[in-house]
Nanobody, 116 residues
Framework: QVQLVESGGGLVQPGGRLRLSCAASGFTFSMYAMSWYRQAPGKERELVAT????????NYADSVKGRFTISRDNTKNTGYLQMASLKPEDTAVYYCNAVGFVGNYWGKGTLVTVSS
């Protein structure tokens, strides 16, 4: 059974940091590009960051560039999003997405709330 399970969300203060994890199972994670998306209440889902299957190349939304780092450990079938210098506007449900030639999978999301 294919699964992507996000974890690590929670409440943090502005300027704080948090690391999200995405645990993959039921498919060959190393053959899939991975992305993080987020969706704030009342807003469209937004692409945050993408990493290629081997972890060689990354892309970031302008809003998070320089603050967030996407990474992956294919030996652990896990992807990560390290978030720093968090702002209230980063508050959203963060979703992990894996795309390959034969599959497109989504996790259920983890909530990040940035508030003082």
């Amino acid at each position: 059974q294919v699964q992507l399970v996000e974890s690590g969300g929670g409440l943090v203060q502005p300027g704080g940091r948090l690391r999200l994890s995405c645990a993959a199972s039921g498919f060959t994670f190393s053959m899939y590009a991975m992305s993080w998306y987020r969706q704030a209440p009342g807003k469209e889902r937004e692409l945050v960051a993408t990493i290629t299957s081997a972890g060689i190349a990354t892309n970031y939304a302008d809003s998070v560039k320089g603050r967030f780092t996407i990474s992956r450990d294919n030996t652990k079938n896990t992807g990560y999003l390290q978030m720093a210098s968090l702002k209230p506007e980063d508050t959203a449900v963060y979703y992990c997405n894996a795309v390959g030639f034969v599959g497109n999978y989504w996790g259920k999301g983890t909530l990040v709330t940035v508030s003082s």
